[in-house]
């Protein structure tokens, strides 16, 4: 699942650690979700979501990869 969480960060100009304050995980959690090694829970996709007044499908894209 491809993101652009590191592209929304920057409009708002957030770190990671700021943006994982506002969603209530670590630092680590977001940059392992930004770099597609962890799949957020539908509660944090949606905090994220949330933070950038975005909707999740617009943040989170599902790759041919992921039907297979």
Do not use: C, Y
């Amino acid at each position: 699942m491809k993101n652009t969480i590191k592209v929304e960060r920057a409009k708002k100009d957030f770190t990671q650690a700021d943006l994982a304050e506002k969603v209530g995980v670590s630092r680590q959690t977001i940059n392992s979700i930004e770099k597609g090694k962890f799949i957020p829970s539908t509660l944090l996709a949606l905090k994220i979501a949330h933070v950038f007044a975005e909707k999740v499908d617009s943040i989170f894209l599902l790759e041919k990869d992921d039907w297979e």
